[in-house]
């Protein structure tokens, strides 16, 4: 079991990270990554976000939009249990799901957390629209290759969120650094961010095939 | 003068507000499927027709939406949307193509591009408009898209939408991988904005001339 866990959070960490390797949540990597300090913020922001959407649209797959006995809604509407819902509520179900989320997170920290509530500031709204919280909830699972646990979906969730920060944290420091150096004018801003994260990405390519 | 100002709500995706080059918005598509020509065109022509329905929904709709709550009504509209081109492509296109676009399609919801449009010019703007300036970046879109992978599809597996370009050449994997795309990307937003800094220069000498 454990070992079964922290193969999910190695892979999803480093071997697939959601950044480098699937082109999720590239416009808040771009966007947050200028200091070290928001690039924590936003990352652990947006790990809270997915472990927590991840738990949640699991339970909504499996109860509300799966056909079969489990189904919620086929209990008040009998024809639903062999076709389910899973084509046409998908997308618009865990997007919802999310941007309550995000609302919810938001007002709980004002209240209890105001410290980090303040420190997070802009990027707790932002979250909604980075694709790689509903990126994660897809694959957790319409796209996931067999049918995940409760557990192993929210693992996944937790992990990838994981994999966000360190790739920000690692982007930020390199950005710092090129912030002193002389780079050639058109290439500065976004153009050398780019060229940097495919230099990243060439070494996180170093970590494929470790895990299937 | 009102056809002049429709045509110029149409162009301006194109290269005024290219989103791709110059408003650098919904990245994460633009590098995912830009493995080949055919993948790059099929995202283009989903995204522009969500783009079009979302702007002209929206702006028909745009006076009873109270702006508290404007952001999850738009969701809730190009959800709608991006579910119907889903279906679509499912049912008129090769399976391997839409497994090859895979969960970007439903990710189209969360394109900074549609939310950008609906937010900034459809919630403003008539009904007409909105779908002249939808169509025009989504078309803007699609162009800088075929210019990437088609870079990237040469380059990295020696074909152009399947073809192959030379019987000696030897593809460099690389650029159909992640970092290709990043790179590709990079250098080509360092080639438009070398070209912005010429032009900008030559004018600047040209207002010296002349004093």
Known sequence: MIKEIALIIVSVVFVNNFVLSKFLGLCPFLGVSQKTSSAIGMGAAVTFVMTLSSAITWIVYNFVLLPGDANIIAKIFPSIRELGLIEVLKTISYILVIATLVQLVEMMLRKMAPALYESLGIYLPLITTNCAVLGVALLNTTDSPKHLGFLQATVQGFGAGIGFMVAMLLMSGIRERLALVNIPPSLRGVPIAFICTGLMALAFLGFSGMVQ | ?211
């Open chain 2, 1 to 211: 003068m009102a056809e002049q100002n429709n045509l110029k709500e149409f162009t301006k995706g194109i290269f005024q507000y290219n989103p791709m080059f110059v408003l650098v918005l919904g990245i994460c598509p633009s590098l995912a499927v830009t493995t080949s020509v055919k993948n790059g065109l099929a995202m283009g022509g989903a995204a522009t027709f969500v783009l079009v329905c979302s702007n002209f929904i929206i702006s028909i709709v745009r006076s009873y939406i109270p702006r508290e709550i404007r952001i999850p009504c738009f969701i809730v509209v190009i959800a709608a949307f991006v579910t119907m081109v889903e279906l679509l492509m499912k049912a008129y296109l090769p399976p391997e193509l839409n497994a090859s676009l895979g969960i970007f399609i439903p990710l189209i919801v969360v394109n900074c591009i549609i939310m950008y449009r609906a937010e900034s010019f459809a919630y403003k703007n008539k009904p007409f408009a909105s779908v002249l300036d939808g169509a025009g970046l989504g078309l803007g879109w699609t162009l800088s898209l075929c210019l990437v992978s088609s870079i990237r599809e040469i380059v990295g597996s020696g074909t152009l939408f399947g073809l192959k370009v030379s019987e000696s050449y030897q593809p460099a994997s690389v650029m159909i991988m992640a970092p290709g795309a990043f790179i590709v990307l990079g250098l080509l937003l360092g080639f438009f904005n070398w070209r912005k800094l010429r032009k900008s220069e030559k004018s600047m000498k040209a207002v010296m001339k002349n004093d």
